[in-house]
């Protein structure tokens, strides 16, 4: 027998339309406007190895990163951008504090934006003209970068510390100088390691004017906390429509940091889902070691790219109804498994051979999906 499963006809809903920001390109990537909401990542390598950070770049790009920044301290770094701005395939950002002359190094070595410190930008200041005319002439974007750590020193002194309204006034004033010259490809970040006060701040920002905004939750810490912060943050502005690029920053490999970014937005439905398991948390009632049989299926599955939802229940008790809610599932019971095909249960094979029969089915309803886009349950 074979049901033909259908793919949904409208896209799945969101907690709030995006909210409307001006939009922006950095390099191929379009940010802000109704440009999907895109994830960075930053290289961990010294820049100026060459070889190792494109590798990195290209570790990121595989991963599913959108854009990649890179730290730019030193001579030897800026003088390495315009080959790793040539080979990169996702666009490069170049994180510069302190020297303006880095600036325009970023600018002519092809880099698709530059990253600026308002914090620092007192050696900017006086040069925005001269940066906003390079940076035009080369179409590259800018981000207005305020950190928490390092703010500028009058605002300090005025709130006592880095106050959501501190860090927004530090940017909007930034923000105010290159409009001044007519310069607008830019976006802004307001950075804090506090989730509470990072929100508040990108609250207050977007509600001051219509820059595309860069989400981070800075310093969040190892991938444990820093995971949680960070979607925590993000989950609470996206969930508004605020939010137009966003970057976790973990103490943990930057590919990590692609893969939660990616995970945020397909909880909120702002990136198609891909491979999603379903598993029980298995409870007393478990007749099966449900936590080695979800990782053996989430390795076997791994790279999967199509919408799938797979289902790995513990008993026979909720398992059944649950997995039938998944494209493909098992519920587990009496040294058996039920595998699930949309609510249909095609065969019932031995524990040992759960995980092998539900990644075959995957991969043959994958072909599927990838053909016809639209897969078929055959009950054997
Ligand atoms: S599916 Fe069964 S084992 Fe898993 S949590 Fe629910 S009741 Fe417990």
Redesign the pocket.
Known sequence: MSINLGMPALPPPTLAPRRKTRQIKVGKVLVGGDAPVSVQSMTTTLTADVNTTLQQIAELTASGCDIVRVACPSQDDADALPEIAQHSQIPVIADIHFQPKYVFAAIEAGCAAVRVNPGNIRKFDDQVKEIAAAAKDHGTSIRIGVNAGSLDPRLLKKYGKATPEALVESAVWEASLFEEHDFHDFKISVKHNDPVVMVRAYELLSEAGDWPLHLGVTEAGPAFQGTIKSSVAFGALLSKGIGDTIRVSLSAPPVEEVKVGLQILQSLNLRERKLEIVS????G??QVD?YTLAEQVTAGLEGMEVPLRVAV???V???PG?AREADLGVASGNGKGQIFVKGEVIKTVPESKIVETLIEEALRIAEEMGETGEPTVTVS
């Open positions: 029980c948390p298995s409870c009632r478990a449900v229940m513990g008993c008790v909720n398992g649950e």
